[in-house]
């Protein structure tokens, strides 16, 4: 049996690998155990199960059932595949002790997932994630057939979307939507989020055209991330047929990316500048704002400027969820396209996103890039990049202890102002500029991350971020 360790969100593993049927029968049984010996007041002995396209997804999430339902869990199972912020709703609404999500979300397709989720709705902390490892093979693993099972209601099937689809319309201003006569494409990757859109804006006058959305376990060649580099065939298509705007979710739609209506890629720190400009200044909403180490500064420019506190965080949505769970949090938001709003789960959710910026443009009226121009005027130009470089596991303790130690004295023309090591190692300048470098958590990959107000010192950056990994 392989080792399982849980990353950022959940275990991960290459399928017939070291994410096989045995190793999901281990890690639900642990998750059982872990559950039945610490019961959460306020819920019942309640599991949901939902599952992504993936390749055996399906019979993972089976097996899964079946150990929860020997363990005398009553368990929810998605009678079809499900976007992962339905299963996290479900588990809250549902009162249930927590829940299990069968994806390897924006992964390559040769990986399989299995995602705690807590009771309260979002992914389970690092804390619960350690215990259930600690768990693993300590107990027999406890089967019971599916058939056996529904037959004394042990396990039962639901859709879980139309709660889930009903609780993001009350979030946003939907007749604003509805009325908007919008002409809406959505790129879904291959993912779950198919038809999803076409769903909620049903019987409005809004029009909208999915792309990439049949099932297909490969992705259509990508990799079911929201980035540029994955949108070739949806850029494609509305060079073809422009629409309004594109909105694009991963693998199983807990992340949103976006294009505008001709093909051309927003980043998603685009993105999240978007949507915090839309709840703050059409809103009015006000609270924390909380966001990863490696998200783009602009957020903090606008915070200042309107007077919101800021908190940062590590890299991984959990440590937004916890920030949530405190309270006063009005938007939480990650590099990667994970964002979460006040007043529903504490979890990234890429459907309400998607209907949070089809509400911005109904109120403004203008093309996305317009919005961007604006704000770029107000709190100036970001350019944001993203380098993944191999580098061995054996090396990475070296260099994060090397890195504040040697730090740049300056990034490009700018001072630098600070040095955080809390998540990796990031060096801000003066300027607002900064070089941040994080490895994997599973990978013998070490990412470098910059933002510079221009393209050109944006490469330098990255650059000189390639220049520091090898020193060690």
Known sequence: MSDIQFGTDGWRGVIADDFTFANVERVSQAAADYWSAHPVVGTERKVVIGYDRRFLSAEFAGRTAEVFAANDFAVILTPEPTPTPCVSFAVKQLHAVGGVMITASHNPPKFNGFKLKAHFGGSADSAECAAVEKLLSVSPVRRRSVSSAIGDRRIRFRDLRPAHFRAIKRLVDFPLIAKSGLRVAHDALFGVGAGCF????????????????APDPLFGGINPEPLAKNYVLGAAALRRDPHDFCLVTDGDADRIGAMDGHGQALSNQQVIALLLHHLVRHRH????????????????????????????????????????????????????????????????????????????????????????????????????????????????????????????????????????TFDGVKFESANGAWLGLRGSGTEPILRIYAEAGSEAELRRLLQLGVKLTRQV
């Open 198 to 213: 076409t769903t909620l804006l049903a019987g409005t006058t809004c029009q909208v055209t999915t792309l990439n959305g």
């Open 285 to 420: 909403g006000h609270g924390r704002i909380v966001k990863t180490i490696n998200t783009t500064a602009m957020v903090d420019k606008m915070c200042v400027a309107w007077g919101l506190p800021l908190t940062e965080v590590g890299i991984g949505f959990k440590y937004i969820t916890a920030e949530m769970l405190r309270g006063d949090v009005l938007f939480g938001a990650e590099e990667s396209g994970s964002v979460g709003f006040a007043g529903h789960i504490p979890e990234r959710d890429g459907l309400a996103a998607g209907l949070f910026l089809l509400e911005l443009l109904a109120t403004e009226r203008v093309s996305a890039n317009r919005i961007l121009a604006r704000l770029e005027k107000e709190f100036g130009p970001h350019r944001y990049g993203r380098i993944d470089a191999r580098f061995p596991l054996e090396q990475r303790a070296a260099l994060m202890a090397w890195l504040p130690a040697n730090a740049p004295a300056r990034l490009g023309r700018s001072p630098v102002s600070a040095v955080k």
